[in-house]
């Protein structure tokens, strides 16, 4: 482990601070580090691996791709790339749209930002504490002062508004805004839910000035709330969806609904791995087995459980989230400790601010394994909060 971390220190760039483990395997909900001990990974690669580590449905998917072709310039289509789209455009059941592909969920922003200037506005409405990726553009339509402030100047006139206000948001569009562009639950934040009403609001603001309603469900959609996205009974004109999509291959998707699907034109964006076969027979078979294994329904199911078992702890002052999205208040700011005392435990779970844990464990999470982090769960909190 030490070896690890000195080779690390001198080869990496220092972005994201001394790694915590040096992961050598993964099965289902558990990996494995380099001196043999095991983990159950509540965190899911950061709500990525949807099937967990190893899942022999996208093992093959992407071997027999891989096998029958791997790359191809957008200059040409493969079938993969084609179901893909029309199999996103069904599961969000917006009538008719088009879908750019990525190979992440900041660029996937980052083409929803150019299509948005397609409108011949510039103007941006976002949310504080909303995440939206850490690419220039994408880090411009992130509030984060401590990310975005060595970087300035950043593109675009954006206006921040507070987080399910729906009256600041009102006050903040106008006839030059492009976009208003809202996550449903903020992931980044410590999972912050969007209140009733909110996004049905936002989206009757977007039409009284012509604006865009763009949803970022990087980290909600892909079945993450045990819907296949986070909103519900609202048509937005733009998603962006990424990290679960490819279960831990690298895709992420821009989708344009009705009109705003044919903002963008020939010339005005590109890329060389962007829908890739590869990555989009993953996404394929990660749909596919979330649908054939019922996985939707266990995370409603499974979530709920874990939601009920955390609160009943007075340590845990909040629960939110829906589905395998899981953001909880300490009583206190000690989120770095329960870390450390989770990994003791065997349990990898996240602190995205010093009073929340996060959890977004793999959608193929077992009742066996969330019982056992429940149980354990009182002895951690022993640990970190003493
Ligand atoms: C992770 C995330 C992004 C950025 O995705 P990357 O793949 O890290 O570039 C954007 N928006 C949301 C909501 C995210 O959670």
Request: hydrophobic share 45%; with cysteine; proline share 6%.
């Amino acid at each position: 482990m030490s070896t690890h971390t000195e080779r690390y220190q001198a080869a990496l760039m220092n972005t994201f601070g001394p790694p915590k483990l040096t992961l050598v395997r993964g099965e289902g909900a558990h990996v494995w580090d380099a001196d043999g001990r095991e983990y159950v990974d509540l965190l899911g690669g950061i709500a990525v691996n949807a099937l967990g580590h190893g899942h022999p449905a996208l093992v093959a998917a992407v071997t027999e791709q891989l096998q029958t072709l791997g790359h191809i310039s957008n200059f040409f289509a493969s079938e993969p790339q084609l179901a893909l789209a029309e199999r996103l455009l069904e599961l969000l059941d917006a009538g008719p749209g088009k879908v750019f592909f990525t190979n992440s969920g900041a660029e996937a922003n980052e083409a929803a930002f150019k299509l948005s200037r397609r409108t011949g506005r510039t103007h941006v409405v976002a949310a504080q504490e909303g995440f939206h990726g850490r690419t220039m553009g994408a880090l411009a339509l992130t509030s984060k002062a401590a990310y975005r402030e060595p970087f300035e100047p950043l593109p675009g006139e954006v206006t921040f508004v507070p987080f399910g206000d729906e009256a600041a948001l009102a006050a903040a569009v106008t006839d030059q805004t492009a976009a208003i562009l809202l996550e449903p639950l903020q992931g980044e934040a410590g999972v912050n839910v969007a209140p009733e009403g909110y996004l049905a609001a936002a989206r009757r603001v977007a039409d009284e000035h012509g604006a865009l309603l763009w949803l970022d469900e990087i980290q909600s959609g892909m079945g993450r709330t045990g819907r296949w996205f986070a909103h519900v009974g609202v048509r937005p004109d733009v998603v962006t969806v990424a990290k679960g999509l490819g279960g831990g291959f690298p895709i992420g998707a821009c989708v344009g609904l009705g009109a705003a699907a044919d903002l963008l034109q020939p010339g005005n964006h590109g890329t060389t791995f962007g829908g890739n076969p590869v990555a989009c027979a993953a996404a394929l078979a990660v749909i596919d087995t979330i649908e054939r294994e019922g996985l939707l329904e266990h995370v409603t199911v499974l979530g709920q459980k874990v939601r009920d078992g955390l609160a009943a702890d007075p340590r845990v002052t909040e629960v939110r989230g829906e589905g395998l999205l899981i953001g909880l208040t300490l009583s206190e700011p000690r989120s770095a400790e329960v870390f450390a005392a989770a990994l003791a435990a065997g349990f990898i779970v996240n602190n995205p601010t010093p009073d929340r844990v996060r959890l977004a464990p793999p959608l193929v999470l077992t009742e066996a394994d969330a019982a056992a982090f429940l149980q354990a769960w009182p002895q951690i909190l022993d640990e970190a909060l003493a």
